[in-house]
């Protein structure tokens, strides 16, 4: 990730040159307060030549030649930054790499020409610059870059990349005069013989009241040993006093115990406070510093809600409908008539007079029910204070696949809004199933993104789900390999990668058809002809709806001996048309 920030009288560029809009606004407000005095310290493996030109071109924009220090990696991308300004120095331990500028490209081959002339276009800027710099023909450049050429800081001096390479190699004499004078609050002089005698004189007064400064000393060891025994007497005694409160003391370990304290008093807390049972609300793990103050009731009635959306990040990618929720159970959402139709240069008058029809679309949410589980007095004291939180997790998991595999089932698209992949034969992937089926192809997706287009679904917004098999076959296409091949996969939530306008998502299964397009609800027992399908939507075209959320828990329970949990859930969906227009499958052929 790109980092860009003021620091000082310095301009840091840190990590991977991307196109973040926040790096670059970080570096135009650094550039406000820059000037020709100002350093640009660049610490980076290299990264997009379009992001390393546009960072050049906003810092000559100020009419800037900052001078460049390097960290401890300048490579690619970055060394093009490097020699675009002043006097580059690094440190003995800096790496320096240059290489052509690199690009992945497919398609026919008018479209791999016009890729190739644009590289060969950048390639030729960073010849120059580097030649530029350097003092060398473009020739001798041409002659080293061939492939990655790694250097060390003197190598990339020698072959004039850098400047001046910093060391720090005083004396181990001048070290300790200097730290001598800075222990004695003594000011550094040029004459260094007169800074020498300076330390002297002060030592030799030192010396004469040493014997006085001595007997003061000792007597004051003496005061502060005293004054340090008795604070830990009273610590002592004051965790013995907690101990006591608490029941954890008796007659048989409380010597033990003081003994602990005497020699050890932070051990002494530390033992203490592992005899605590902690609060169930201190075994949820609660993530940001803010849901660490949350009771117990609160992370019963909030988090559950909250974590239905980890890790099937895709219902995110719809509408949401949560607001037109009735009493947590029902929804209702009002639906707008056709407008009134246009007329071209109207001839008839008076026009006629039409009334919009609205109706309204009404469905219950699913009710989705933990079993009851119990969690014994013996298993809270005796086996492990963690076996609540792991037992809650562990349902709360389970409720949210549940939840989403049915979401995926009520998002379903319709028979005619299905294709069939068309890729080589290979072994079926869906449980229970035998033969062969086709291979998901990227071919497949673009037939889906031409239906979409076809039936004017919006562009922004497209996502598509697939099961973890048909993202493996999508991603072994040898052109996407390529493509990919210097790409960072990005899968914050829970996005793979983008192809043909769709954010690429995955999961371990998405939904599963029947022979005859029919598709099986979850859960079902699996068939030899079953088939795998990937889900296609465009996010206004499916709704979810979020009703109620409940926790329930019943301690102490005289009849089980112990603690009962458990979850409901109301959630709903529907794709939101009923011709089913911007939902599609791409199911196994």
């Known amino acids: 990730m790109l980092e860009i920030q003021a620091q000082g009288n310095s301009i840091k560029i840190n990590g991977v040159i991307n196109d973040q809009a926040e790096a670059m606004e970080a570096l135009d407000s650094a550039l406000e307060n820059a000037d020709d005095s100002t350093t640009l310290y660049i610490n980076s493996p290299g990264g997009c030549v379009f992001t390393a030109n546009e960072i050049v071109n906003r810092i000559k924009a100020k009419e800037l030649v900052p001078n460049v220090q390097l960290g401890a990696l300048c490579a690619s991308a970055g060394t093009f930054i490097a020699c675009s300004f002043g006097k580059v120095t690094a440190y003995e331990n800096t790496r320096y790499m240059i290489h052509k500028p690199q690009s992945g490209t497919y398609g026919n081959e008018d479209d791999i020409e016009v890729d190739q002339k644009l590289l060969k276009s950048l390639t030729k800027d960073y010849l120059n610059v580097y030649a530029q710099k350097t003092g060398k023909k473009p020739e001798d450049i041409e002659s080293i870059w061939v492939r990655d050429h790694w250097m060390t800081a003197n190598e990339a001096k020698e072959q004039g990349f850098i400047d001046e390479i910093i060391t720090n190699k005083k004396s181990k004499n001048d070290m300790n005069i200097q730290a001598l004078a800075t222990a004695l609050n003594i000011d550094s002089v040029e004459d260094e013989k007169a800074f020498e005698s300076k330390i002297l004189s002060v030592i030799l007064a030192m010396k004469k009241e040493n014997t006085d400064l001595r007997a003061e000393t000792e007597s004051l060891k003496n005061k502060l040993a005293e004054k340090e025994q008795a604070q830990q007497n009273e610590e002592v005694e004051a965790l013995v006093a907690q101990a006591k409160s608490e029941g954890k003391l008796n007659a048989d370990n409380e010597p033990a115990f003081r003994t602990i304290a005497k020699s050890d008093s932070v051990a002494a807390k530390t033992f203490l406070d592992a005899l605590k049972l902690p609060p169930i609300s201190a075994q949820i793990e609660t993530g940001t510093n803010e849901r660490k103050a949350w009771t117990f009731s609160r992370w019963a009635k909030e988090d559950p809600k909250e974590g239905l959306y980890k890790n099937n990040e895709f219902l995110n990618k719809a509408a949401n409908a949560d607001q037109y929720v009735l009493q947590g159970k029902v929804v209702h959402i009002p639906q707008a008539g056709a407008p009134s139709g246009v007329v071209r240069n109207r001839t008839t008058k008076p026009a006629s007079v039409v009334q919009r029809g609205d109706t309204d679309v009404t469905y219950a949410l699913d009710e989705y029910t933990a079993n009851p589980t119990h969690i014994s007095n013996a298993d809270t004291v005796e086996v492990s204070y963690d076996k609540r939180q792991s037992v809650l997790k562990e349902n709360l998991n389970k409720l949210k696949e549940v939840v ?16 069939t992949t068309t890729g080589d034969d290979a072994g079926a992937t869906a449980p229970s199933a035998t033969g ?77 058809y029947h022979t005859g397009n029919t598709v099986k609800k979850p859960y079902a027992n699996g068939a030899a002809g079953d088939r795998e399908c990937a889900l296609v939507w465009q996010e206004d075209a499916v709704e979810r709806a979020l009703g109620q959320v409940k926790f329930f828990e019943k301690t102490d329970d005289p009849q089980y001996y112990g603690d009962i949990y458990s979850f409901l859930v109301r959630m709903g969906g529907r794709k939101r048309r009923e011709d089913g227009v911007g939902v599609l499958g791409i199911v196994q052929g």
Do not use: C
């Not at 031409?450 to 999508?474: C, F, H, I, T, Y």
């Open 404 to 419: 989403a595999d049915w979401m995926l089932y009520h998002w379903a698209p319709v028979t005619a809004n299905l294709i």
């Open 436 to 512: 062969d089926r086709k291979l998901f192809t990227k071919e497949d997706l673009k037939k889906a993104r031409l239906m979409l287009n076809k039936a004017n679904v919006a562009r922004e917004g497209r996502v598509a789900l697939l099961p973890s098999e048909m993202m493996d076959q999508l991603l072994n296409d040898p052109d996407l390999k390529r493509r990919d091949s210097s790409m960072e996969l990005d899968m914050k939530g829970g996005v793979v990668t983008r192809l043909y306008g769709f954010d690429l998502m995955e999961r371990s299964n998405v939904l599963i």
